[in-house]
């Protein structure tokens, strides 16, 4: 279990040298877990040992929103100040993506539409 868990901080490393060498505006987590996934992908399959450290690592993942939530509560007056538009930002933002996603749907889903069984019935006579 040891091994997964190096293997998984590594990845994290590695995306955190990465992102801070190139100057990427990229987490380097995220870049850590795009070369996990690559590194999965290539093997074919999850290791036991990966498995058992990353189940592991998610049944505490309430744990690591304790900082982030202290975080905010050391700046609740700057969240206060700023409530107004911040509010708004989360409308906006909320309101662009369900309008992204639902043309994106669209888009993907054109040309794959079908009449319904019962139409072609009706339409011979």
């Known amino acids: 279990m040891l091994a997964a868990v190096t293997a998984i ?20 987590p995220v870049l850590g877990m795009v070369f996990l996934f690559a590194f999965l992908v290539l093997r074919g399959a999850v290791p036991e040992a990966l498995e058992r450290a990353s189940s592991s690592l998610l049944s505490h993942l309430t744990l690591l929103f304790v900082p982030a939530s202290v975080g905010v509560m050391v700046h609740v007056g700057r969240i ?3 409530i107004v538009v911040i509010l708004a930002a989360i409308v906006v933002s909320t309101f662009a993506t369900m309008i992204a996603a639902g043309w994106t749907l669209q888009a993907l889903t054109r040309g794959s539409r079908k009449p319904p069984a019962d139409a072609a019935v009706e339409a011979q006579p």
């Open 9 to 28: 901080f590594a990845c994290q490393l590695a995306g955190e040298s990465i992102a801070a060498a190139l100057g990427l505006p990229l987490p380097g």
């Open 80 to 82: 206060e100040k700023d």
